[in-house]
């Protein structure tokens, strides 16, 4: 229908409409969360049905086992980088709280700016003169 196409998950529409994130937490399966994240994923779980999670089809549990190892080659990908910060900061847990409310924060700054629209012509990364 020509309308932009958006990704964000619903904690950071929360975020946007001014939910407040309270306090952090980490989910067993989830990792660092709070609860207007918590919620943002409880929603966006129900609003893909039980038929997303309860498929007719006997090949189903695929579909989990991939979840299962795309979850763990991201946390693999970011072992050395999680070292690092254990290694490096006086408090993980504080170190962990402040990237992840740093992170949030931007992804949710990222989704209240507009951004620029692109046209046919433009290339990604190029940037046209401007005349002076």
Not at 17 to 26: A, K, N, Q, S, T
Not at 31 to 55: C, F, I, T, V
Request: no cysteine; hydrophobic share 30%.
């Amino acid at each position: 229908m020509g309308f932009p196409g958006h990704q964000a998950d619903f904690g950071q529409t929360l975020g946007v409409w001014g939910i407040g994130e309270g306090p952090y937490l980490v989910l067993p399966l989830f990792g660092p969360s709070n609860p207007r994240d918590a919620l943002g994923l409880a929603a966006e779980s129900l609003a893909n049905g039980p038929d997303s999670y309860l498929q007719s089809n006997h090949m189903h549990w695929l579909a989990w086992v991939h979840t299962g190892l795309s979850g763990l080659a991201l946390r693999e990908s970011y072992l050395d980088s999680l070292d690092d910060v254990k290694r490096t900061s006086l408090d993980y847990y504080s170190a962990m709280r402040s990237l992840y409310r740093q992170r949030r924060e931007s992804q949710i700054d990222q989704a209240r700016t507009p951004q620029p629209r692109q046209t046919k012509g433009d290339k990604p990364g190029l940037d046209r003169a401007k005349p002076e």
